[in-house]
């Protein structure tokens, strides 16, 4: 009877049975019991499979919003290095690229063209100390983004902060479509939108905006737009004098004879034949 149980045992349960004279039946079967639920096919069977749910891959995040690179965007986008310098010495991108990765309300950057730079003669900004250096490139961006459809209501909330703060403000009017900028001493425009996505908006100006915190008040006035040309009017052709032959051929008035010059004829002929009636009738 024994060997026939050895044989329905797993292996791991036979030393047991060897011991099977020296315990008690009772004490032997609760032995063979534990073993064989400790087993590993035991074991095996009380792991409930895991529920088709638990099975399920999980999402992936969303993916952030894109990101803009401002310091290749100036650098690629067109003629904008030198503000793009004044923006890296000042470490003012960094606050630019900050705001428009992050803030919620976006950010509005007016840049101007290389060109703006070199025309400009005076004031000169090689006399501003550092920090209102900074101040100017921060006078150039708004804290918030504006779509260029955006401007034709702004006029009513004029002026508008900058991300300079205090008393650098903006004034925009939209003519037409073109969106105009005056910040006291400038008064330019909007010439072409370099980007605009939903946070962020940066758009080309053709000239440096200039704050009056930092200038003054003591605003030149407008050069005077140059005066039209005039034409010299041509003088009038002076009338021919009469009986003067034309290039072209004779005048009318020289082709035809004169009317006091028949009348003259004709009184010399009359004369002639009253003389030599008078002279007939004498001899007769």
């Known amino acids: 009877m024994y060997s026939e149980f050895e044989e329905l045992l797993r292996p791991s349960a036979r030393k047991f049975i060897c011991l099977k004279m020296e315990f008690p039946p009772v004490l032997m079967i609760s032995?063979?019991?534990?073993?064989?639920?400790?087993?590993?096919?035991?074991?095996?069977?009380?792991?409930?499979?895991?529920?088709?749910?638990?099975?399920?891959?999980?999402?992936?995040?969303?993916?952030?919003?894109?990101?803009?690179?401002?310091?290749?965007?100036?650098?690629?986008?067109?003629?904008?290095?030198?503000?793009?310098?004044?923006?890296?010495?000042?470490?003012?991108?960094?606050?630019?690229?900050?705001?428009?990765?992050?803030?919620?309300?976006?950010?509005?950057?007016?840049?101007?063209?290389?060109?703006?730079?070199?025309?400009?003669?005076?004031?000169?900004?090689?006399?501003?100390?550092?920090?209102?250096?900074?101040?100017?490139?921060?006078?150039?961006?708004?804290?918030?983004?504006?779509?260029?459809?955006?401007?034709?209501?702004?006029?009513?909330?004029?002026?508008?902060?900058?991300?300079?703060?205090?008393?650098?403000?903006?004034?925009?009017?939209?003519?037409?479509?073109?969106?105009?900028?005056?910040?006291?001493?400038?008064?330019?425009k909007v010439s072409s939108s370099v980007l605009s996505n939903d946070r962020v908006a940066v758009y080309q100006v053709d000239r440096v905006l200039l704050p009056i915190a930092i200038f003054g008040t003591d605003i030149p006035p407008a050069a005077a737009p140059a005066p039209a040309p005039v034409v010299a009017a041509s003088p009038p052709e002076a009338d021919a004098p009469s009986g003067v032959a034309d290039n072209n051929g004779p005048s009318p008035a020289a082709s035809r004879p004169n009317s006091s010059c028949r009348i003259a004829g004709l009184s010399g002929l009359g004369g002639l034949l009253l003389a030599a009636s008078t002279m007939l009738a004498f001899l007769l």
Request: a neutral charge.
């Open 31 to 188: 032995t063979l019991a534990l073993v064989l639920l400790c087993s590993p096919s035991a074991y095996a069977q009380r792991v409930s499979p895991p529920s088709p749910a638990s099975l399920i891959p999980t999402p992936a995040p969303a993916p952030g919003p894109n990101h803009v690179n401002l310091t290749y965007l100036l650098t690629y986008a067109g003629p904008f290095k030198t503000f793009l310098g004044y923006l890296e010495s000042t470490k003012v991108i960094s606050t630019f690229q900050d705001r428009a990765n992050s803030s919620e309300d976006g950010i509005t950057i007016f840049v101007p063209k290389d060109q703006a730079f070199s025309s400009l003669k005076s004031p000169s900004l090689s006399n501003l100390t550092a920090d209102q250096l900074k101040s100017l490139c921060l006078f150039h961006a708004l804290p918030r983004f504006y779509s260029l459809s955006d401007f034709k209501n702004v006029s009513q909330m004029n002026p508008l902060g900058t991300l300079a703060g205090g008393q650098y403000t903006l004034n925009f009017t939209d003519v037409s479509g073109t969106v105009h900028i005056n910040s006291g001493w400038t008064d330019t």
